[in-house]
Nanobody
Framework: QVQLVESGGGSVQAGGSLRLSCAAS????????MGWFRQTPGKEREGVAT???????TYADSVKGRFTISRDNIKNTLILQMNGLKPADTAMYYC?????????????WGQGTQDAVSS
């Protein structure tokens, strides 16, 4: 059974940094695409960044230049390095994996990790 387990969330002040990790299991599960999404109460979940098997990345305009997504293929882990955090980045962050980067069907989701950025 596929599992995605996020870690690294927490509370920081504006301008600070957080590093999120998503460990995928079993180790034989190597999805074509993985990504980070976030959601705040009352709003729809939004895409933050994606990383495909060829190393191609996409970012939401709101995080470009501040967030970096990467993938450790040895550890089968997805990383999101978040720098220059703003209060608007406060959200529950979810890791996702799928056979393509549409994340519309057959997506696996982690349980989420909460980030809070204070001004």
């Amino acid at each position: 059974q596929v599992q995605l387990v996020e870690s690294g969330g927490g509370s920081v002040q504006a301008g600070g940094s957080l590093r999120l990790s998503c460990a995928a299991s079993p180790v034989t599960y190597r999805p074509y695409c993985m990504g980070w999404f976030r959601q705040t109460p009352g709003k729809e979940r939004e895409g933050v960044a994606t990383f495909d098997t060829y190393g191609r990345t996409t970012y939401a305009d709101s995080v470009k230049g501040r967030f970096t997504i990467s993938r450790d293929n040895i550890k089968n882990t997805l990383i999101l390095q978040m720098n220059g955090l703003k209060p608007a980045d406060t959200a529950m962050y979810y890791c996702a994996a799928e056979g393509n980067c549409s994340f519309t069907y057959g997506t696996y989701w982690g349980q989420g990790t909460q980030d809070a950025v204070s001004s």
